[in-house]
């Protein structure tokens, strides 16, 4: 490292290694996405990442001697010009110059001639000014060709040839160049290449660099190449000897490099023994390695464990350590960070062959504290082949064979497969994660548990998996009596590529066993406990219901109605999975889900070994799950209101909110609760809904169309009507278009609902009747009904205690209705009418809390209410038969007009 570098390293020595500093500084450079960073600025970036400050302003590039100012007058400008409209094209030059903060000099001119006929020069300056103010490093001083440069890039589109063959004479050794040098040949050997490596500018943008190193024989030098360079190296390898135009010489953090602009070239050149060293690329045995040093060595790999992700210092990393074997031995090799991804992008796997050059040698203690040899990839570079290396076959175990052992390979199906859990590490309470799943091939199966980022691998019930170096236990828990825990080093392999045809035809087989079963057979089941997967669409959902579990511990469940095309079926939720976001009519794929023996049907149970994956339309369209429509029409029967029947299962109907009526709360075995009604209609009716608990808190508005799904028909005796109660299985949705376009406007169902009828013309059936008639009749001997607070029943409270006899509730104090008992005429007779509640309250213009605070005591309260006699009223009501006095009555909902006198 150069002298500054070594110094700000100094600062941070005692938290890193030299190695670990230099590969962070790379990281630095290549966060930001450009080639141009001095490497004393990365080395400071990395200082600020642990917390240290350096109390320096950021380095700035040393200006070349032969760089024109930027400061260019009027005067000067017009010298230049040859005829004597300059004067006109000056002015329009500087207001441009002046409102882009940049000055056409000579170097950026030079640059803008590649373009001249796409933009002009003020365009060209403001287009500048955009990079340059959208530029991520503040703070570095830039040059201000870069720019220039960047903005030829949007227009020059064609990409350079891969190989020239056409060099260029140049006297200059490696030696021979200089920092800051621009637009440079370089010629040398190539000695190394490294595989292409992945980055993120700062802005998102995604870019690739490669490093390449060139020997003559005055020296060597690393070569950059960025995105827009990797496809020169398509035909060059290690070995050859190349020329390389239009290289920027910079500072790196190993000395000098030479970068490659966006419009570099590459020219192979002939052997000159005069100019440049031999290439002799020697292959070192395993066994023969030896800790600092550098080795190419060809090898099998044995193994590739899964990626693991790491954190220091704040930051999170990637590492993954292949093993790989030649005839002398075996040794590890770990790839960092970003080169993690080579092993997806060659498409490695055990068993491949590779070449792998230039890998670093150190000596590290093992987990034992024994000392080891491993390697390390830096800027070498992976070959996949077919290179002259021993087979090494991997046993791999049948499952049914496998006793308690450790380092195991097998092979098999996903058949099982359970959602993470958490858990908290007694040693020091962190948290941790762990994921269970099941392999079978054709001799058994056993249970597979993985930890911490092997949880988060992409596995899928059904995947083929293939797992090296597996450690096998007794299970006194599973069928097989054994298990199986990975580690660190283990190798998990989902759905891999080297399989023989033999295998795939076998684990295909293996699968045919793992689909989901319609859910109408899920009845025909006569076995409890039985596991099976089903797919299908949610029909309704209920609260989540708490108890007390044998452990003194809080339980929870949730029931669900779930179906596909062949039928439904109950799910009971246990615990966290009653915890779910489930949604009504949304399609989900449930696994491991256990058959439950009811009392009339088979229900199911989803507790914490099942699984419940959310689908989306296209997933669900995959699988032939049916939209929610149409199993509806499949499953339910669609009737108008007026055809409701006590007791009457798997029903639709559609109406429109005609009436709201408060909550009411109330208390039963299992605590307090709250209820609702609204009245909906269609064109062949009304009924009333009524809603329970937290369904009460949903808001409706008055016209709006609902649509009940599956509600409980019960015959109300205080209304003698049948009333639709809201319960678990029941969904309240939104109506389809198609299912609006029947149903009546809010108007339209008024004018149909609410029928005007004489007195005489009146049925024990009617209900939403319009009656218009004179108060002839008023009482006012009682006007306060005591109810239970409870069930609602009518109460006779004493001095020595207050007790239902309908539902035993014991109340300090009955809850006071209103009542306003009445009798109105029109021209054909005359009817019982008595208003209740809020209505007893609009028709006299009394609050029931007013009456109650003066009880017993005579304030002119029945003065006001004989008052009403002889005043007409329109009300909406419905008609009952009142045995007792065997006459008809009416029960008023909605008073329609104001009193008229």
């Not at 600062?11 to 960073?37: H, P, T």
């Not at 003559?216 to 398509?234: A, E, H, Q, S, Y």
Request: overall charge negative; aromatic content about 6%; glycine content about 6%.
């Amino acid at each position: 490292m150069q002298e500054k570098i070594l110094e700000l390293y100094e600062k941070i020595k005692d938290q890193i290694s030299q190695e670990q500093f230099q590969a962070e500084m790379a990281e630095v450079r290549e966060s930001f996405g450009l080639d141009f960073i001095d490497d004393v600025d990365c080395a400071r970036e990395v200082l600020k990442n642990y917390g240290i400050e350096t109390n320096e302003v950021i380095s700035q590039k040393e200006e070349s001697a032969e760089e024109v100012p930027f400061e260019i007058s009027l005067d000067e400008e017009n010298e230049n010009q040859e005829n004597d409209s300059s004067d006109l094209e000056d002015s329009a030059e500087e207001v441009s110059e002046e409102s882009s903060g940049f000055v056409m000099t000579d170097e950026i001119k030079e640059i803008y001639v590649q373009v001249k006929d796409e933009i002009s020069e003020e365009d060209f300056l403001a287009k500048m000014k955009e990079y340059k103010d959208n530029d991520p490093l503040t703070g570095f001083q830039i040059d201000d060709t870069l720019y220039a440069k960047q903005v030829v890039g949007e227009f020059v589109t064609e990409e350079p040839d891969s190989i020239s063959d056409n060099p260029v004479y140049s006297d200059k050794t490696i030696s021979d160049l200089e920092k800051g040098a621009n637009g440079q040949v370089i010629s040398g050997r190539v000695i190394s290449i490294s595989n292409p490596r992945s980055f993120k500018t700062r802005k998102g943008g995604e870019g690739k660099v490669c490093n390449v190193e060139l020997q003559d024989n005055t020296g060597t030098m690393r070569t950059v190449f960025w995105t827009p360079n990797i496809k020169l190296l398509k035909n060059v390898n290690e070995g050859d000897i190349i020329q390389i135009k239009e290289v920027d010489i910079k500072e790196g953090y190993s000395g000098l490099e030479a970068n490659l602009r966006p419009r570099s070239s590459v020219v192979h050149l002939d052997e000159d023994p005069s100019k440049y060293p031999a290439y002799e690329e020697d292959i070192t045995n395993i066994a023969d390695i030896k800790p600092d040093t550098k080795v190419n060595i060809i090898a099998r790999i044995v193994r590739i464990p899964t990626i693991r992700s790491y954190e220091k210092n704040g930051k999170e990393g990637k590492v993954a350590s292949l093993e790989l074997q030649d005839l002398s031995g075996k040794i590890s090799y770990t790839l960092w960070n970003n080169n993690v991804n080579l092993i997806e992008s060659l498409q490695l796997e055990d068993g491949d062959t590779v070449k792998i050059l230039q890998a670093q040698a150190r000596e590290r203690p093992d987990r034992d504290g024994n000392m080891e040899i491993t390697l390390t990839h830096w800027d070498g570079r992976i070959i996949k082949g077919d290179f002259d290396v021993p087979e090494i076959e991997q046993e791999f175990s049948p499952i049914a064979d496998l006793r308690e052992q450790k380092d195991v390979a097998i092979k098999g199906i996903v058949s099982r497969l359970q959602d993470i859990k958490l858990f908290t590490r007694k040693t020091d309470d962190t948290e941790g994660r762990l994921r269970n799943f099941d392999v079978r091939d054709v001799t058994g199966e056993i249970r597979v548990t993985v930890w911490g980022d092997d949880t988060a691998l992409p596995i899928s019930k059904g995947d083929i998996i293939k797992i090296i170096g597996g450690d096998v236990r007794y299970d006194q828990y599973t069928q097989s009596q054994y298990s199986m825990n990975t580690n660190f080093n283990t190798q998990i392999t989902i759905n891999p590529n080297n399989l023989s045809p033999e295998e795939y035809e076998a684990f295909n087989e293996l699968r045919a066993d793992l689909h989901p079963i319609p859910i109408g057979e899920v009845q025909f089941m006569d076995d409890e406990g039985v596991e099976i997967d089903v797919v299908g669409r949610i029909l309704s959902i209920e609260d989540i219901h708490e108890f007390e579990r044998d452990d003194d511990e809080i339980g929870k469940v949730r029931s669900a109605m779930f179906a596909d095309e062949s039928g439904k079926v109950r799910l009971s939720l246990w615990n966290e999975k009653a915890e779910g976001a489930y949604e009504v009519g949304e399609a989900y794929r449930i696994e491991n889900a256990r058959t439950r023996m009811g009392l009339e049907n088979v229900d199911l149970n989803i507790g914490g070994g099942s699984r419940i994956i959310r689908l989306s339309e296209e997933e669900a369209s995959s699988m032939f799950i049916p939209k929610l429509e149409t199993l509806e029409k499949a499953l339910y029967d669609y009737i108008d209101i007026s055809d409701a029947d006590e007791d009457e299962k798997d029903k639709i109907i559609i109406g429109r909110v005609i009436e709201i009526y408060d909550i009411r709360s109330f208390e039963s075995e299992n605590g307090e609760g709250v209820v609702k009604n609204i009245e909906i209609a269609d064109d062949s009716g009304s009924i009333i809904v009524v809603l329970w608990n937290d369904d009460t808190k949903r808001e409706f508005e008055i016209g709006q169309a609902i649509k009940l799904q599956n509600p409980r028909f019960r015959y109300n005796d205080r209304t003698n009507r049948i009333d639709a109660n809201v319960s678990g299985s029941t969904s309240i949705l939104e109506p389809s278009d198609a299912e609006l376009e029947k149903l009546p406007s809010h108007d339209e169902l008024m004018e149909a609902i609410f029928v005007h009828k004489p007195i005489e013309a009146l049925t024990e059936d009617d209900t939403n009747v319009c009656v218009t008639g004179k108060i002839t009749e008023v009482r006012t001997d009682k006007i306060l009904l005591q109810k239970c607070p409870n069930c609602n029943a009518n109460v006779e409270s004493t001095e020595v205690e207050n007790v239902c006899d309908y539902c035993s509730f014991e109340f300090e104090e009955p809850k006071y209705v209103l009542m306003i008992p009445t009798r109105i005429e029109d021209d054909t007779g005359e009817v019982q009418v008595t208003f209740f509640g809020n209505l007893a309250e609009e028709l006299t213009g009394l609050k029931t809390d007013e009456v109650v605070s003066v009880l017993g005591d005579n304030l002119g309260f029945e003065d006001r209410i004989e008052e009403l006699n002889g005043q007409t009223i329109e009300i909406v009501a419905n008609v009952r038969f009142d045995e007792y006095g065997e006459e008809y009555r009416l029960s008023p909902k909605k008073i329609l007009s104001n009193i008229i006198k």
